[in-house]
């Protein structure tokens, strides 16, 4: 490969490369601003907790996603196909239309004008490629993405996972290998963002996003529409090249890569809007965002999980010693579906409760949604003690109007005696004793810690 760049031209757009490029050009618009009303009829601080870090609004930003994305549980190939044959029929339209306004034109002034459109289509592409990826990109560097499993996951069975949870759980345990694909994705989202480097970060790209896209296929982890879209996307960008790459690979001959020369615009605060534009994205998208996902990181906290600390001495497994439903003791057994047979309590506000007990399987993959996302077999609740009244308050996570109310003494450390009444208003007594129990996975991580 020869050393130089050259200046991508396309002297002579054929008709079927106008229709393309403005085919492209609609479906890169099209799937960066939010279209549909349920983005903007969504609780942005129920999804975002945008009150006490509005700093999250890049976050909504970032995931605008097209209406394709979320429906039929993100692979909703049909709507995606629609919307690309929708953009095709656009596409055609719009060059014939031009060409009967513009026939009385010469061609190097229709050329000058695709030139222009294609500026625009390569912007559109790699910002939006950069907007979404940035999210994805700083949130493992500092590893919030991909939690390490809690404490309630550490005691579900290894069945009651579907298999995206797991694969979201087993990244998590290995926070090293998730900085390390962060950096990558980082990498790759910085060198698109500039013009002589976005060849490279494409490429780098489409290294990240292939595997992801199979790894959502064979996980059914939920983010296979979106990966592809943004496979799709970085594939475009190295369209224009696509015949020196075939020289390059195929027959084995000397190749220079094209790049975008920036506008030259002639009036000077147009030039020196763009320089701003393109720093004061760098800086808010990357640096601003990383400075607090690095803070969110440090305090222990992923937008994953639940935000609200939990008390500190409640944190737990804890062994169901007696239960009470109206005053009646019933004994354990695996297969009793109202006694408690265990309870966690987080390190964050959330008490979880196993049950043996028919689940409906939640697989929405949504903000902080990870406790009961993917999984059965135990109920979550979040909870507010109030210390002095020795009461909590039980929100189901999964139902919020689902509420309860109970008193609790602890006689020793490690005890826990519960009172009150369960949402069927029965009334119920729970024993609860804290078991110091180990776990490998946790163990193996705070020894690296430690060192």
Not at 34 to 41: C, E, M, V
Not at 178 to 195: D, H, N, P, Q, S
Not at 273 to 279: D, E, G, H, Q, T
């Amino acid at each position: 490969m020869s050393n130089n760049t050259t200046e991508f031209a396309a002297p002579n757009w054929k008709t079927p490369q106008k229709v393309l490029l403005r085919t492209f050009t609609i479906y890169a618009a099209v799937t960066i601003i939010p279209l549909i009303p349920s983005f903007y009829q969504q609780d942005f601080d129920a999804g975002f907790s945008v009150v006490n870090y509005p700093w999250r609004w890049l976050d909504v930003i970032s995931q605008n996603n097209p209406w394709f994305f979320s429906s039929q549980g993100g692979k909703n190939y049909f709507g995606w196909f629609i919307t690309l044959v929708v953009c095709l029929i656009a596409g055609t339209i719009w060059t014939f239309a031009e060409k009967q306004v513009d026939k009385n034109k010469n061609v190097l002034e229709g050329t000058r004008n695709d030139n222009k459109l294609y500026d625009l289509f390569f912007v559109l592409v790699r910002y939006q490629v950069a907007l979404r990826m940035s999210w994805f990109a700083i949130a493992k560097v500092f590893p919030v993405q991909m939690p390490f499993p809690t404490i309630s996951q550490l005691n579900t069975n290894l069945g009651d996972f579907t298999a995206g949870k797991l694969y979201w759980l087993t990244t998590g345990v290995s926070p090293f290998f998730e900085v390390f694909a962060g950096v990558f994705e980082l990498t790759a989202t910085v060198l698109i963002l500039f013009r002589r480097t976005t060849t490279l970060g494409a490429l780098m790209m489409i290294a990240i996003l292939l595997p992801i896209w199979f790894v959502n296929i064979g996980y059914d982890a939920g983010v296979e529409l979106a990966s592809l879209h943004l496979l799709l996307l970085s594939l475009l960008l190295l369209a224009k090249d696509a015949d020196r790459f075939w020289a390059l690979l195929i027959q084995h001959q000397q190749a220079a890569i094209s790049y975008i020369k920036p506008p030259a615009f002639s009036q000077q605060w147009k030039k020196q809007a763009r320089l701003v534009f393109k720093i004061a994205f760098i800086f808010v998208f990357i640096v601003y965002r990383g400075y607090h996902y690095e803070h969110l990181y440090a305090a222990g906290k992923t937008f994953k999980l639940p935000l609200d600390d939990g008390i500190k001495s409640f944190i737990g497994f804890y062994k169901v010693n007696d239960f009470k439903l109206n005053g009646q003791s019933i004994p354990y057994s695996p297969n009793d579906s109202v006694r408690w047979q265990n309870v966690v309590f987080e390190k964050f506000n959330t008490i979880s409760i196993k049950v043996q007990k028919p689940f409906k399987l939640n697989t929405q993959n949504k903000i902080r949604t990870t406790e009961y996302y993917g999984n059965i077999g135990r109920l979550f609740y979040g909870y507010e003690a109030d210390t002095v009244k020795k009461t909590l308050l039980l929100k189901n996570r999964a139902d919020t109007t689902e509420k309860v109310v109970l008193s609790y003494q602890i006689p020793f450390p490690g005890k826990f005696i519960l009172k009150g009444l369960n949402e069927r208003r029965d009334s119920i007594y729970i024993e609860l004793n804290k078991v110091d129990k180990q776990y490998p996975l946790a163990l193996k991580r705070n020894s690296k810690a430690a060192d």
